[in-house]
């Protein structure tokens, strides 16, 4: 499961605030299907909230002629059963 793209516009982390009924492994993925991660992946627990490092702008947002790069939060629960994934997200730091 995934987010929409939204604009990755500077160097920070990336925010999760995670809300749902179990816990979560996330990934920051850019337009190119890129893992932007820095660990691969990260483990959310429900009810927390997470600053994660990753390098997509820094690697990928400075071409020329383009100041952004689009990025999308792929989510998967911890035990792969039914469950419910809820949170709030933003590609930089808040």
């Known amino acids: 499961m995934s987010t929409g793209y939204r604009y990755?516009?500077?160097d920070t982390s990336f925010y999760v605030f995670h809300k749902g009924d179990v816990n979560a492994f996330v990934n920051l993925?850019?337009?190119y299907n890129r893992n932007c991660s820095i660990n691969k992946y990260f483990k959310v627990e429900s009810g927390r909230e997470?600053?994660?490092y990753?390098?997509?702008f820094e690697n990928y947002g400075l071409v020329p002629g383009k100041d952004t790069i689009r990025v999308r939060l792929l989510l998967s629960p911890e035990p792969h059963t039914p469950s419910y994934l809820h949170g709030l997200w933003?590609?930089?730091s808040v």
Request: net charge negative.
């Open 90 to 92: 933003s590609p930089d």
């Open 54 to 56: 990753n390098d997509a």
């Open 50 to 52: 997470y600053f994660l």
């Open 8 to 10: 990755k516009e500077d």
């Open 29 to 31: 993925m850019d337009e």
